[in-house]
Structures are given as structure tokens and as C-alpha cells.
């Protein structure tokens, strides 16, 4: 793979680093090769936000998580949690859908939580998490509608702490049933730079991924 096939991939990389004990060094160290290797973002627990924001500035794109990574949170802490990111400097939200709304088939509780979310961040980016491995067929295409429907920039396979991550399939069933403004985020389950390919080949115009840059620069530690 080329010097600039690589960039290419990266730049649609959310570089992410959110497992429950990831430490400040972690988080300088993530930071740091974002910056080296130009990747999209870092995705990070809400609780960094500030300090990333008052040490790098405006250097990378700061990304965070709502609702994670169960997505049962109450409507009024998700809000409340999107707002504080906000303040504390974050770029871009990415937050899981109510999975247990999906199941009991309450799509307009979904719809009329992600409209609200829609409307707190505003200009900024806005990622909805649907968590494909819970989710029957029929789960994924509505879902799809709900996402499109109230403006969210991009749907989201998975959080990466669920039963599977991202799969081929689901960005070829997203591509059939999202609307036009509504990209697609792959995500859980990356390793090999082989896996980062099929998902950027197969349409997705975001990655999340913790393992992108050693992946495509194995002396990367």
C-alpha cells in the first residue's frame, strides 16, 4: 500500500482510545500521532475533553461518547452529558441509540431523542450509534430512517464493546437505506490494515479505530 493510500485511509480515521482505564499518558500519546499522522480525530472519554482541549488546542478534532457504551442512559442525561462535552471543547458527539427503545419497538422515543440531541449540537458533528450486532434486519433499516431523518451527519455501526464490530454487510445495507446527507462511521473490530481497506473500499467515510496507525506503521508502538 502506498504513502498515500495510507494518508488517505487515516485522514477518515477517528484515532480512539476508550477502554475504562486509559490514562493520561495514553491520551497524550494518541493525541500526539493524530496530530504525525493527520488522522480525523481522537475519540475519547468525555472526561479528557478539557485537558486535551487546554493542551493541544486547535491542532486535532476532538471526538467523544454519549450514552456509552450501553446507550440506556435517560434522554435528560444525554442531553446533559452532550451539552458538557460541548463547553469543555469537543468537535464531535458520537452517542448510542437506546437499544432497549429499539427492542421494545419505541422508534418515536429514538426519533424524538435524536432530534433533540440534533438540536444541542448543532453545527457541530453529530455520530449515532446503533450497535448492528443487537439488531435484527428490519432493526437496522429503520434505524437507518430514524438517523437520516433527523439530520444526524453520520450512523454508526458499533461502540466496540458489544458482541461484534463493524461488518461489511451493514455498510452495503446503510449505503440502501440512509438519506443522502447521512454518511457512514465503521467501527469495532479493526486490526490489520487489510481491515481498515475493506471498510474505507466498501463506502464508509469514517473509521473508528484504535489500531489504524500501528496497523499502517507497525514501528508504531
Same mark, same amino acid.
Given at each position: 500500500?502506498?504513502?498515500?493510500m495510507?494518508?488517505?485511509i ?6 480512539t482510545? /476508550?477502554k475504562?482505564f486509559?490514562?493520561?499518558?495514553d491520551?497524550?500519546k494518541l493525541?500526539n500521532?493524530?496530530?504525525? *499522522?493527520?488522522?480525523a ?6 472526561? *479528557?475533553?478539557?485537558r486535551?482541549?487546554?493542551k ?14 450501553l446507550? *440506556?442512559n ?9 451539552k458538557n462535552? /460541548?463547553?469543555?471543547?469537543a468537535?464531535?458527539i ?5 437499544i432497549?427503545?429499539v427492542?421494545n ?13 440534533r438540536g444541542?449540537?448543532?453545527?457541530k458533528?453529530?455520530?449515532i450509534?446503533?450497535e448492528t450486532? *443487537?439488531l435484527?434486519h428490519n ?6 430512517q430514524?438517523?437520516s ?9 458499533s461502540?466496540?464493546f458489544?458482541t ?13 437505506h440512509?438519506?443522502?446527507e447521512?454518511r457512514i462511521?465503521a467501527s469495532g473490530?479493526?486490526?490489520?490494515a487489510?481491515?481498515?481497506l475493506t ?5 464508509a467515510?469514517?473509521?473508528?479505530s484504535?489500531?489504524?496507525i500501528?496497523?499502517f506503521y507497525p514501528?508504531v508502538s
Amino acid at each position: 500500500m502506498t504513502d498515500e493510500m495510507k494518508q488517505q485511509i487515516l485522514s477518515r480515521v477517528d484515532h480512539t482510545a /476508550l477502554k475504562a482505564f486509559t490514562t493520561w499518558a495514553d491520551i497524550e500519546k494518541l493525541c500526539n500521532e493524530a496530530i504525525k *499522522y493527520k488522522t480525523a480525530s481522537v475519540c475519547i472519554p468525555p472526561c *479528557y475533553i478539557k485537558r486535551i482541549k487546554e493542551k493541544f488546542g486547535t491542532e486535532l478534532k476532538i471526538c467523544t461518547v454519549i450514552g456509552f457504551p450501553l446507550g *440506556y442512559n435517560t434522554t435528560e442525561t444525554k442531553a446533559f452529558e452532550t451539552k458538557n462535552a /460541548l463547553e469543555n471543547g469537543a468537535d464531535e458527539i458520537d452517542v448510542v441509540i437506546n437499544i432497549c427503545d429499539v427492542k421494545n419497538g419505541e422508534f418515536e422515543k429514538i426519533e424524538t431523542e435524536l432530534a433533540l440531541l440534533r438540536g444541542i449540537v448543532k453545527d457541530k458533528i453529530l455520530k449515532i450509534i446503533i450497535e448492528t450486532c *443487537y439488531l435484527d434486519h428490519n432493526e437496522k433499516i429503520k434505524l437507518c430512517q430514524i438517523v437520516s431523518k433527523t439530520g444526524a451527519d453520520f450512523i454508526k455501526t458499533s461502540t466496540g464493546f458489544g458482541t461484534a464490530g463493524a461488518v461489511a454487510e451493514d455498510i452495503a445495507l446503510f449505503k440502501k437505506h440512509i438519506g443522502e446527507e447521512t454518511r457512514i462511521k465503521a467501527s469495532g473490530g479493526m486490526k490489520t490494515a487489510e481491515d481498515h481497506l475493506t471498510f474505507f473500499n466498501a463506502g464508509a467515510d469514517r473509521l473508528g479505530s484504535s489500531s489504524a496507525i500501528s496497523a499502517f506503521y507497525p514501528s508504531v508502538s
